[in-house]
């Protein structure tokens, strides 16, 4: 059964403590590193292309988001996301901003068909500008776009040959063949930054530890949305984003298979 | 009236939610963030030449922030401070470190050659080197000056032909016509790193939403030097900067016309 | 007496405020400046080598953190290296990651050559790499070293010619002739990014104030473990690792001679 097993998991990343390699921006690598570490996992957060390849040696998941590139940063993951590649290991792709200008979604694309990413983990119109749709990415925000999260989710996941993973007010998991809704989560998280990169962490960690990245990836998006709730629920009155942050971070360190299988809702 | 028309500014922001392009240091980059979402506002942080001048077209502020420059990030902000002019946006200035070495100096003084910068955001020995005063920037702390913070911040915008804002125990703001003195802050301000920086968002975040970017400017620094104070009241015995900053964004995030008119005193 | 001078060292931080210059990493320098002003210190982050050798000018210490270099930012960390060693300031070294990757550990060989480092603070296998001996640092964390972790810190000493202070369970700290062991801590510290980059901060805040660095690498490392102790104490059920690295960063803010004599375990 998926609960089940997804549930096992947990156990396996804390007693693992797989190596997450990161090549993320500068925004928000630090709560990457945080949560890495909260879910159980060790992160490594090298960047030189002279030493990437050696890196992702040492590493079970490589984590690659988009949110700060430039030549430089994508020629070492390219490199990272290669050497990956050849190991077998998961590669979290995070389209940040992607649809917003050429550039960045140039780059997405060449890097997709470069590297054989394993999971992508996105907002609806990332994905949608990933798959050449005509979504109009606000910034690092989503925008419109033109068909169902669910369908979106289905055809990405057939075109990219990957496990896509589309954060919202519900989130969606498709593997292409099968999809799985997770109905937890609270708008907050759109309040803080870093929780969609923070989330292609935990899917990192969550299949560094197993075959099954379907499974995964619904693991580690369904940990921060339950996380979300479990936190909102904490506050006192006159709590904002600042209290917000620390207890989802609490959360988060908390949060185990059995907190999980009690809060998820999956559909 | 000036509080009152200021005062609207705050649902205008959470209602429109400007998205900020921001290009700045790797020190306070999540902050500047976090604070930009806390107050409405959306933030985004793309740096490459290659895609600046694309995401400022769909911004509406640009933050220029020195912290950490290179050449290579300068490029990047010239082009993206150009694009701003030639679109009308606001662009807010903050010379960090500015009169700490000549290359900072050099460079800012360039810049604000180069680009029409709207509002320039410092400390008195960094306003205070942009217009050729012999101060010493201390590292990114203010070294002492010749002239009154006031008279400093007059002196400023003319020559700058831009809005100043100083910030110090009292921060004062001026188009070089209008002066305006916020009286309203909290020593511990200065003990946590990138309280300057985000105050910076905050102005974009109100430079967004009107034409009136000496209120915008008002507006943001009496937003911190405020949020400050609040946050200061809700310490309890043995809590430290790290629950300060806690409660320091709590307080951004919380803050609304009414708060805003009930607590804040200028002069 | 050994507690009593470093006892003292607490108010001459505050007080001299000493401008800490560090050349470090995009994950944690956030929590470098905001440590180094929790203790007393003021913090300055440049990196572009064009200032870097002016702004060493201004500073009292110079922190050098390998967490993330590239070929751009080695450049530079040497060119600050050698304006210090120049100036007389201490320079605290933090090799993170050496042992994991060829390009770290033969960078940080290097950097040791042409620049006389004055206190080198890793975990064991990154201090065991640095003096030659087969470790396999995993990403950022120690692996397994041959000798015990005083023989290992009496003996890289004397052959880095450097204080060298090893973070772990215990810590231990030695100049090759005298060696301190530090029996405060918690694990929880290991489960945060950052508490090694920023003890470093620590120890060049009061290696800026004394000609006695064996005992500024004490005061700082320990200040470090302590803290970690008296932030465990002040958790709640359920808090985690969000609200342990708040209570941590109030625990540095808070520490004074005082409360250090009291709570630290030398031996």
Chains 1, 2, 3 share one sequence.
């Not at 396996?12 to 993320?24: A, D, F, G, N, S």
């Not at 709560?31 to 992160?43: E, H, M, R, W, Y």
């Not at 496990?163 to 989130?171: A, K, L």
């Not at 996380?227 to 006159?238: C, I, S, T």
Request: aromatic share 6%; net charge negative; with cysteine.
């Amino acid at each position: 059964m998926l609960t089940a097993s997804i549930k096992n998991l947990f156990a396996k990343v804390r007693k693992t403590e797989p190596l997450i390699h990161h090549l993320t921006n500068t925004v928000t690598i630090n709560d990457c590193a945080n949560v890495t570490l909260a879910i159980g996992g060790s992160p490594v957060m090298a960047t030189s292309i002279q030493e990437v390849a050696n890196m992702v040696q040492l590493a079970n998941a490589l984590v690659i988001n988009f949110g700060t590139i430039d030549d430089e940063m994508y020629e070492a993951m390219l490199v990272a996301g290669k050497a990956a590649k050849n190991r077998g290991i998961p590669i979290v792709f995070d389209p940040v901003g992607v649809g917003a200008t050429p550039f960045r979604t140039n780059r997405a694309k060449e890097f997709i068909e470069q590297v054989n990413v394993s999971i992508v983990r996105g907002n609806a119109s990332e994905v949608y500008a990933l798959i050449g749709g005509k979504a109009q990415t606000r910034g690092v925000d989503a925008g419109d776009v033109a068909i169902s999260k669910t369908e979106l989710a289905v055809k990405a996941a057939k075109e990219l040959a990957a496990i896509v993973v589309i954060s919202g007010e519900q989130d969606v998991v498709s593997d292409g063949t099968n999809t799985v809704c997770i109905r937890n989560g609270d708008v907050w998280l759109t309040k803080i930054t870093g929780t969609g990169c923070t989330t292609a962490s935990l899917i990192a960690c969550f299949a560094a530890v197993t075959d099954d990245w379907f499974k995964a990836a619904i693991a580690g998006m369904s940990v921060m949305s339950l996380a979300g709730e479990l936190a909102k629920k904490k506050l006192k009155d006159n709590d904002g984003i600042g209290t917000y942050r620390v207890k989802l971070m609490d959360e988060i360190f908390l949060m185990d298979g059995e907190r999980w299988e009690e809060g998820v809702r999956l559909s």
